[in-house]
């Protein structure tokens, strides 16, 4: 084997070091890892996160018609109608339970109505949670608080306290069509009333 020259071995040593340089610089670019930039994360986990709305933990009704109390009452969020109906006292001997659904689902500011049974018997259909002038819900003129009254159609507040007076004074009503005896309540306006009402 020829012998190298000094200046072969020179050239040689100096490319095994260019080499194990190079070898050294590119373990350690793989080594070492460049830090990521936190924003772009903080931002996705941002957009992802659920936003919970805010749910009340109570409601307001108003429990009105064939109750023992009526009133306005509060109650745990997610209540239904029977519980309104607990808290009014529970429901009159003349009330028509069978046309309500006592398991209803109340919401905040609704009022629920409890209708009477009619003078025939029949089943009154009314949806729980509607006010009376949107349902056929019948009103009682002799139970019937001033604020139930004033929601017939054509009795404003100051009828429905002719009525209340008129109760006080002479007892309850012995017929619907004692209404008439009422001041301000004439024939055209009780025979509007008449299949809204009952004693």
Do not use: C
């Amino acid at each position: 084997m020829e012998k190298l020259s000094k200046h072969q071995i020179v050239v040689l040593i100096i490319a095994v070091l260019a080499l194990g340089m190079g070898a050294g610089l590119f373990v350690g670019s793989r080594l070492v890892k460049p830090t990521p930039d936190p924003l772009p994360q903080i931002i996705d986990d941002l957009s992802s996160a659920e936003i919970t709305p805010t749910v009340p933990v109570s409601i307001r009704v108003y429990v009105t018609g064939a109750v023992l109390h009526p009133d306005v009452y509060t109650l745990p969020a997610g209540s239904i109608l029977r519980d309104a109906l607990a808290a009014a006292g529970g429901a009159a001997n003349d009330a028509d339970l069978i046309a309500v659904n006592l398991a209803a689902r109340l919401e905040d500011g609704e009022q629920v109505t409890v209708p009477v049974k009619s003078p025939d018997g029949s089943a009154t259909v009314v949806s729980p949670t509607s006010p009376p002038s949107n349902t056929h819900a019948r009103i009682s003129i002799n139970r019937g608080t001033l604020a139930d009254l004033d929601t017939l159609p054509g009795i404003g507040p100051a009828k429905a306290q002719a009525i209340l007076d008129y109760r006080a004074q002479h007892g309850p009503f012995k017929r619907l069509e004692d209404l008439q005896n009422v001041t301000g309540i004439g024939t055209k306006t009780y025979e509007d009333l008449k299949s809204l009402i009952t004693l």
